[in-house]
């Protein structure tokens, strides 16, 4: 969550083929369930991505989570992509679901102008679209990774694979507005509205870096919301680093790290940990172009 102030038309097939493919699909895809904020992925199915490497605790470096050119890179995605990324990951999630899978979710695309800040080009409203639009058009317009923006929706709330989400899972998607010491802000609920003020924020980390708490250099990073629990120092070498830690303002603990993808202890935090474990494992290295 957020710190304030103080992720082609196909030609026809035989129906054997198009079953195939799809039994083939769903055989490889690592299988993460609902994660609520800053929570441990639940036990994944020891199943390989592709070739994409396995996140390992051991690898994981505080100062360096996330590079400059990733994050940046607006066009790593196209928009059908990103909707057949969303399918993939959720292949129990039926269209005729009671509860609408992210794949079938869809909403109003709010027109915006330009960011006063130059963060975000100007985005002209659409009604009723397609969640992978509203992150794809967003993804452009603020010159952010979609794949970023992809694996924030699943650290904050599961959404990518989840086949039960909850309303309010969508009304705080990113959890945008929602500090650790107090509720969310009604302000910033909706899907859209959401996923575009988490895109604006990591472009304004990016552009103004020196105004915010976690810069480039060492710093002071809590491993939970609980000060009790201590913090150690984080040598953070690049914007993009900090533009996580600054969203999220807490770095895992060895426990944490011990179990890449469960349960660490009371004092573990596990936000930035989650982030770079579903990137890796989903797109590759985040640290490499």
């Keep these: 969550m957020p710190f304030f102030h103080f992720f082609a038309s196909r030609s026809a097939a035989s129906l054997r083929a198009v079953t ?30 592709l070739d994409l490497p396995v996140a390992t605790g051991a690898v994981f470096d505080p100062g360096y989570i996330l590079s400059d050119e990733v994050l940046s890179d607006s066009r790593s995605m196209t928009e059908l992509q990103v909707q057949a990324f969303i399918a993939e ?21 709010p027109a915006r102008p330009a960011s006063d800040g130059g963060q975000c080009a100007a985005i002209e409203g659409e009604s009723r679209v397609l969640a992978s639009r509203i992150v794809f058009r967003v993804a452009r317009a603020c010159q952010i990774n979609p ?62 870096p020196g105004y915010w708490r976690y810069r480039v250099g060492p710093v002071a990073v809590q491993f939970s919301p609980r000060s009790t629990c201590g913090a150690a120092v984080v040598n953070i070498r690049n914007p993009a680093t900090a533009a996580l830690y600054n969203y999220t303002p807490y770095q895992p603990n060895a426990a944490a790290l011990a179990n890449p993808r469960g349960q660490g202890d009371a004092c573990s935090s596990y936000g930035n940990r989650n982030f770079w474990v579903f990137f890796t494992e989903w797109f590759g290295s985040p640290t490499t172009s």
């Design 147 to 208: 794949q970023v923006l992809l694996v924030m929706l699943q650290k904050e709330q599961g959404l990518i694979t989840t086949v039960s989400p909850t309303d309010r899972a969508y009304r705080v998607a990113m959890g945008y507005g929602c500090p650790d010491s107090a509720a969310c802000d009604t302000e910033f609920y909706g899907f859209a509205s959401q996923v575009y003020r988490a895109a604006q924020q990591l472009r304004n980390y990016l552009l103004d």
């Design 20 to 49: 195939a493919a799809t039994a083939l699909a769903t055989v490889l895809i690592v299988v993460f369930t609902w994660l609520p904020p800053d929570q441990p992925p639940a036990a994944a199915v020891p199943v390989p991505v």
């Design 89 to 109: 990951r959720a292949p129990g999630c039926a269209f005729t679901s009671a509860t609408i899978c992210l794949r079938a979710y869809s909403s109003e695309l």
